[in-house]
């Protein structure tokens, strides 16, 4: 018996020297050699080990191995289940592996344990950033003293996320005081991040003026890509395509950029200048089905049936289950006339795919082209409660209940879709005349001047226009869009008519 004693302690002995190398590697960032320390050390220390478990934890982490990590702390913790510290690095491996819901939950216990663990509230409170628990955030921040220790918000990621609890909770003065103390200390990494966060929170404008500060030298591709992207949420077409060019100059053949400056133009409403960087990013890399699905949605619309379907195939051979070309088929079924064959297609994608807003879109459309628009306002429906800000649903929406004068409710999705995208003209006029049933002739107005130029020779736009002028009092600019409206209908009975060619060369 004595002699199984002196056994059991030289292997204890044995494993506690191996854990402490592979502790000093692991504190040198040297996760290689930690592995291989403690591979070896498992026969010795694996089945009864807290600090074994725990450090094999760290080691996956460092090396990204998230899943293998938590599965590390959770034997670690049943194995020491007084511990706060272990699970404090359990919650900590959730966060990291965007499962903020258990870290929250396991987080709270360790703090139960342990109320003083400060960096056990920390991650609390990044736990309940990626929750939007905002107020749960701000009494974190408030409990760690934020106000009285400003050093706190030196470590950049609880600075973010400060920031993103300000954001979240409407305190906009004491964030726009807490930036302007603290921006000339930024480095570029942190100016690129907190654009990052005002972009994920819609404020695009903080996220360009943040980017832009970023000195040239250490701007990179990544950088004018994302300052591009926050123009054209913008929609600073100009701002945003120079953006973009600068990203290509940085990295020719920039896939995302050619996409994004394809994208721009189609949500402008200029689908011919679309297509040859839709045609461009595809080449780049044929294997994204989104982009795919762009170039196809942009060659229906200009009724270029015969390429679109040339493209589509070459997609579909390549992703032949992907839902976004499963949509493209059926779009294109529509625009040629088959509404009843891109039905079956939509409701056989939505059995699959229930909650899929482009499907749910398209079947909209196809079911108010048969009339049924009942049914049509049903799918809208579905699509606004997964996408509320979705311009497509909203602008098929607003227009059906504005057929059925439910003029509130039209303007409600009108203004959304027309905030989102300006390429739709009809959305436009059915926005101006939903606002004028609203008695909102000022805000009318202001649109359609916005589009004065474009639709200049348009017909309709002149009698909105002095519709508009009527309900303001302005008689004589009313008479004058009337004369207007005359004129054009004269030159409409004299022009000439022309087919437009159906083939795209390329």
Not at 406 to 416: F, G, M, Y
Not at 435 to 448: E, V
Not at 449 to 478: D, K, N, W
């Amino acid at each position: 018996m004595f002699g199984f004693s002196v056994i059991l302690f030289a292997v204890a002995a044995g494993c506690n020297s191996q854990l402490q190398l592979a502790a000093t590697a692991l504190q040198h960032h040297d996760v290689t050699r930690a592995e291989g320390i403690l591979k070896s050390a498992g026969p010795a220390c694996g089945s009864r080990s807290s600090r074994f478990y725990e450090l094999k934890g760290v080691a996956s982490s460092l090396s990204g191995n998230l899943g293998a990590a938590e599965d590390a702390f959770r034997t670690a913790s049943s194995l020491d289940p007084k511990s706060p510290n272990l699970l404090a690095d359990l919650g900590a491996a959730y966060l990291r592996d965007k499962k903020p819901a258990r870290a929250a939950k396991v987080l709270r216990e360790a703090l139960t344990r342990d109320p003083s663990d400060r960096i056990a509230q920390q991650y609390l409170i990044g736990s309940y950033v990626q929750l939007h628990e905002w107020q749960d955030a701000f009494r974190l921040f408030h409990q760690l003293g934020v106000d009285r220790t400003p050093e706190l918000l030196d470590n950049p990621v609880v600075f973010l996320w400060f920031v993103q609890t300000l954001i979240g909770t409407n305190q906009t003065e004491r964030m726009d005081a807490l930036l302007k103390h603290r921006e000339q200390g930024m480095s570029p990494a942190l100016l690129f991040s907190l654009a990052g966060v005002f972009a994920e929170h819609r404020m695009y404008r903080m996220a360009a003026n943040y980017l832009a500060k970023i000195p040239t030298p250490n701007a990179d591709q990544a950088v004018y890509f994302d300052l591009g992207l926050a123009y054209s949420h913008l929609r600073e077409f100009d701002q945003a395509r120079r953006c973009y060019f600068e990203a290509i100059d940085k990295q020719p053949g920039y896939v995302d950029a050619y996409f994004r400056v394809g994208l721009d133009y189609a949500a402008n409403g200029n689908a011919r200048k679309a297509l040859p960087w839709l045609f461009r990013a595809s080449a780049l890399d044929p294997n994204q089905p989104d982009i795919s699905y762009a170039l196809v949605e942009q060659l229906v619309q200009l009724k270029y049936f015969a390429t679109a379907q040339q493209e589509l195939s070459k997609a579909v051979a390549r992703a032949p289950e992907d839902p976004l070309l499963e949509t493209a088929s059926g779009d294109l079924k529509q625009a040629q006339g088959d509404s009843s064959g891109a039905v079956r297609i939509y409701h056989k994608l939505l059995a699959k795919k229930a909650r899929f807003v482009p499907a749910l879109v398209s079947l909209a459309r196809a079911l108010t082209s048969q009339g049924k628009n009942d049914e049509a306002l049903g799918e809208l429906r579905k699509a606004i409660s997964v996408e509320p800000n979705d311009s497509s649903a909203n602008s098929q929406l607003g227009l059906l209940e504005a057929k059925q004068h439910d003029w509130v409710a039209a303007s409600t999705h009108l203004e959304k879709a027309w905030s989102e995208d300006h390429s739709h003209r009809t959305v436009a006029l059915a926005l101006a005349r939903t606002l004028l049933h609203t008695k909102r002739p000022h805000a009318a107005l202001q649109i359609l001047e916005s589009l004065a130029p474009a639709l200049h020779s348009s017909r309709a736009f002149h009698v909105q226009l002095a519709q508009i002028y009527r309900q303001l009092g302005r008689t004589a600019q009313a008479r004058a869009e009337d004369k207007q409206v005359t004129e054009l209908e004269a030159q409409a009975q004299d022009v000439l008519h022309f087919n437009s060619p159906k083939t795209y060369i390329h």
